[in-house]
């Protein structure tokens, strides 16, 4: 039986309806700015008084400002006008102010910037170096690094000081997606500025940078030049190139960098430590050592956290050990330890991969019930999961209970879609999401590809194959670019 269509998803998300309301409200918010600040520029002047011509022969006498202890008062009337416009005024810089702000914290990249503009062009504008940090930071999870340059360019040319702060901000907006040699070049240009010399935060994001991409060569030299430099690495540093060593199996070199640790009264291992190493060993479902490892923390007399407790659960679930996971969560009541959205979407993830909605839509009515927010990871395994299951129709309610939610979308979220479309066999729609997902900017990464070439594979279409070859080509020689 020919599996349910998805071309639901060309009219959902082709169109954008949560961007069209966001722009419309955006626009709305502008359109009334501008009218505010028409009114303001427009406002008739008071006119001026006429002055008083006296004729030949006559002379004024005694005036009232000629009387001693006289002051003539200003109307109220004009007093009040004059505060009002004032108030205006603060209301207005407050509104554009706040506007920046939720464009921030609701990651919406391009509106922000949109915003950003309009401020600039008002006369009380001052550049601020915690609104650029801000940008840089969203520019830089957005997937946007060569945007964030192009914005810290703007800021110097505006007269604001680059800082340390900031420097590291925009390397790091590379760093996140992947371009050390970029990353490199911007350390570099700190080491010749005197007041922006790289500190033991520019160096470990840095390292995180190189021990994700596993050029473990350039973690070394890092190393070495931190103590040419005098930089002494912190815990944070540690951590970061041990969950690296990790991840990529070195764990002689892990063990090396924890008996480090141990060893240095500056540098002690923490809970972050714990959870690193834990998830390492949960990820890669070595559910003995993960345990073994969690005694040898508390022996340490490291506390447990809810995130520590978050790690177990995914890994017992990964592992389909439910018992586990439930007596984890069991454990985290009894200790007075919040279930999070994090608790929620790894016990949803379980029931996912494995295609079983029933306790997966379970626990997602537990979770709103509870009042937590979904989140973005929410709905990418709601749909793995219906798609597991050939629930295809939830898929597409699913999609469209996302836009209602205004959550986030990324390029994980359109992989969910683009693997469901693949699931379903539906290519066509498929090839729309994966179109689609260029046009809003969200970079395709091996996943994206590798899900697209399977289903091609598939169906014999090698030509579509060769195709998606060359554009994968072309995305990484333009450094994760889409224009």
Known sequence: MASPSLSFFSSLVSTPL????INTEHKAQVLNFRVFLCELVTAPSATPAKKKHWKQGEYPGVSETSIPGYSKKTPIKNVKKKLDRRNQAKAWACTVTEALSDCIIKKQWR??????????????YQPKEGTYMKLLVLLGKSGQPRRAHQLFDEMVEEGCEPTPELYTALLAAYCRNDLIDEAFSILDKMKML????????TYSTLLKACVDASQFDLVESLYEEMAERLITP???TQNIVLSGYGRAGKYDQMEKVLSGMLDNPGCKPDVWTMNIILNVFGNKGEIVMMERWYEKFCNFGIEPETRTFNILISAYGKKRMYDKMSSVMEYMRKLQFPWTTSTYNNVIE???DVGDAKHMEYTFDQMRAEGMKADTKTFCCLIDGYANAGIFHKVISSVQLATKFEIPENTSFYNAVISACAKAEDLMEMERVFKRMKEKQYQPDSTTFSVMVEAYRKEGMNDKIYDLEQEK?????NGYRYE
């Open 18 to 21: 949560a961007h069209r309301k």
């Open 111 to 124: 509106e922000a910037l949109e915003v950003l503009d309009m401020l600039r062009e008002q006369p009380f």
């Open 194 to 201: 005197p007041l922006c010399q790289p500190d033991v935060f």
């Open 234 to 236: 912190n815990t944070v």
């Open 350 to 352: 379980a029931f996912a």
């Open 473 to 477: 080509h072309q995305l990484f020689s």
